[in-house]
């Protein structure tokens, strides 16, 4: 596979050659997570220590990081769809009963955004009192919450618009070809010809269930399209200092949340054993 887990060289030790990348998604995430780690680790120091024109470059790295995520998952999506959007196989079964169309919903960047502004304005209530601001999400200005408020607002329309597209597409499922294919093969079984004997038939199953995947590809790369385009716009929206404190909570959010959910998973397994 031509698309590495990593992009730009990462101290991590996971990139590889060419020829001898990730085989699956699943092994890519894994990689991709323990590089998202790392710009976790770099953002912390960097917002104890960096100025404003000092935390562009980390900022933009980490977004480039994200970048290449979905570059990857697009290539494996041309592959196996249908791996992708069960993603029980590459996350914890706790993520995986949170996802939308693969992924976390565009949206969700606002209710992050949110939360982690409202406990930083929360702990420093003194300090802007006496006009003592930190440069971080507790300093978002009136302009920057006006323009916060109207990205969210032209996002809520279109992840609507990709859902309703998606429920649409669901419903194909039992459309007109479905439902003749599954009763002429039904029949075929009830007579005992046996469904692979049916060559002709069997061709226009494969054809019909291709279709529904194409389908699908279509409807997450127009999500994965609004979840990378969402986040590029709220950072373009904040300071440097802001975006490295958002990116943090983001990565810390999503890197704990995968963590709880593989002990669940492994709680719950050991249940049955």
């Given at each position: 596979?031509?698309?590495?887990?990593?992009?730009?060289?990462?101290?991590?030790?996971?990139?590889?050659?060419?020829?001898?990348?990730?085989?699956?998604?699943?092994?890519?995430?894994?990689?991709?997570?323990?590089?998202?780690?790392?710009?976790?680790?770099?953002?912390?120091?960097?917002?104890?220590?960096?100025?404003?024109?000092?935390?562009?470059?980390?900022?933009?790295?980490?977004?480039?990081?994200?970048?290449?995520?979905?570059?990857?998952?697009?290539?494996?999506?041309?592959?196996?769809?249908?791996?992708?959007?069960?993603?029980?196989?590459?996350?914890?079964?706790?993520?995986?009963?949170?996802?939308?169309?693969?992924?976390?919903?565009?949206?969700?960047?606002?209710?992050?955004?949110?939360?982690?502004?409202?406990?930083?304005?929360?702990?420093?209530?003194?300090?802007?009192?006496?006009?003592?601001?930190?440069?971080?999400?507790?300093?978002?200005?009136?302009?920057?919450?006006?323009?916060?408020?109207?990205?969210?607002?032209?996002?809520?329309?279109?992840?609507?618009?990709?859902?309703?597209?998606?429920?649409?597409?669901?419903?194909?499922?039992?459309?007109?070809?479905?439902?003749?294919?599954?009763?002429?093969?039904?029949?075929?079984?009830?007579?005992?010809?046996?469904?692979?004997?049916?060559?002709?038939?069997?061709?226009?199953?494969?054809?019909?269930?291709?279709?529904?995947?194409?389908?699908?590809?279509?409807?997450?790369?127009?999500?994965?399209?609004?979840?990378?385009?969402?986040?590029?716009?709220?950072?373009?929206?904040m300071t440097p200092s802001q975006g490295v404190h958002y990116l943090i909570a983001a990565a810390e959010l999503h890197l704990r949340i995968h963590e709880w959910g593989?002990?669940?998973?492994?709680?719950?397994?050991?249940?049955?054993?």
């Amino acid at each position: 596979m031509s698309i590495l887990p990593s992009s730009s060289g990462a101290s991590t030790g996971t990139k590889q050659k060419s020829n001898s990348g990730p085989t699956t998604f699943k092994t890519f995430f894994e990689c991709w997570l323990v590089e998202q780690n790392q710009h976790l680790q770099d953002l912390v120091a960097i917002s104890q220590t960096r100025t404003e024109e000092q935390s562009w470059c980390p900022v933009q790295k980490v977004l480039d990081h994200y970048e290449h995520y979905y570059k990857a998952k697009a290539e494996w999506s041309k592959q196996d769809v249908l791996a992708i959007l069960s993603p029980s196989s590459w996350t914890s079964t706790f993520e995986a009963a949170f996802l939308w169309i693969g992924g976390w919903r565009p949206t969700m960047a606002f209710q992050l955004l949110y939360s982690k502004s409202g406990i930083q304005l929360e702990s420093q209530l003194y300090q802007l009192i006496h006009g003592l601001g930190k440069g971080d999400l507790g300093d978002l200005s009136p302009s920057q919450i006006v323009r916060i408020d109207k990205l969210q607002a032209k996002t809520v329309k279109e992840e609507k618009n990709i859902s309703e597209k998606l429920a649409k597409h669901e419903g194909t499922l039992a459309d007109s070809c479905m439902v003749k294919l599954s009763h002429m093969v039904s029949e075929m079984m009830r007579r005992g010809d046996g469904y692979e004997e049916g060559v002709g038939v069997e061709v226009e199953v494969e054809l019909a269930m291709e279709l529904k995947k194409e389908g699908l590809k279509e409807m997450l790369r127009r999500a994965d399209d609004l979840r990378l385009k969402t986040l590029k716009a709220l950072i373009d929206i904040m300071t440097p200092s802001q975006g490295v404190h958002y990116l943090i909570a983001a990565a810390e959010l999503h890197l704990r949340i995968h963590e709880w959910g593989k002990v669940s998973d492994g709680k719950r397994l050991s249940s049955f054993t």
